[in-house]
């Protein structure tokens, strides 16, 4: 790892097998390779560098952590893809996923769960000898998977909770104002019994019901109409 680190070129880490302590050892590592042209004298030494702003840094600028099961193919139950939230929440890196299960769902449930990158092994023929066919990708596979990942990317937006621009279209239609439950006469109070609400919302907002209760009606309703 300390050679491939001197090279100065980007480095995606897959973390199979690994608990938390082997990833930040192997970063503490790779740091140290970004970082000195010498040899460590021993693992602290590259935990040192690890736990320095400049080390973070590089890590940053450079590493990318990809969550793994190493089995193929990998069991279901095995793959526990909140990891990759806990990689992120751990290191501060980009966090993709290498993906040995059958199919495309874990893949594409991984990108909706945040992986920057997915790793999955390509075939011609899942029946050919070894033993990772069975746990690729046939090409119309591949172009699926490629396919549900772009719509995912695209459902995943920015995470700021607002009207989107379909609904701000369908929120006057959707939504809605206080109404004459029945005729109200002029000079009438507003109660329970003769006020509801009802579609469009282009009155008064249901959110002043409590507030319009008891107050005096300035002119005669029908039915139906907007309060």
């Known amino acids: 790892m ?63 952590l990809l969550h793994c099961t190493t089995e193929y193919p990998a069991p279901f139950e095995e793959v526990n893809l909140r990891c990759i939230q806990t990689l992120k929440n751990a290191f501060n890196l980009s966090v993709g996923f290498s993906d040995h299960t059958p199919g495309i769902s874990a893949a594409v449930a991984a990108t909706a769960l945040g ?11 899942k029946n050919l000898p070894g033993p990772d066919h069975k746990a690729s990708l046939e090409p119309s596979e591949l172009n699926q998977m490629v396919a549900e990942i772009r719509k995912i990317e695209k459902a995943l937006g920015d995470g700021v909770k ?32 003769n006020l509801t609400v009802k579609r469009p919302a282009t009155g008064i907002s249901p959110l002043y019901y409590y507030e319009t209760l008891g107050k005096t009606a300035s002119r005669d309703y029908a039915e139906d109409d907007l309060i």
Not at 45 to 62: H, P
Not at 167 to 190: D, H, Y
């Open 115 to 125: 992986a920057e990158i997915i790793e999955k092994h390509f075939t011609l023929d």
């Open 162 to 193: 607002r009207p989107s621009k379909s609904e701000e279209i369908n929120l006057p239609i959707v939504r809605r104002s206080l109404t004459a439950r029945q005729k109200i006469k002029k000079g009438e109070l507003f109660t329970e019994e």
């Open 2 to 64: 300390i050679e491939a680190a001197r090279t100065q070129k980007p480095i995606i880490l897959s973390t199979g097998m690994c608990t938390l302590g082997d990833i930040e050892a192997a970063l503490g590592i790779i740091a140290f390779g970004y970082l000195n042209k010498k040899n460590p004298k021993n693992i602290e030494e590259c935990f040192k560098v690890y736990n320095t702003v400049e080390g973070q840094n590089i890590l940053r600028e450079k590493v990318s």
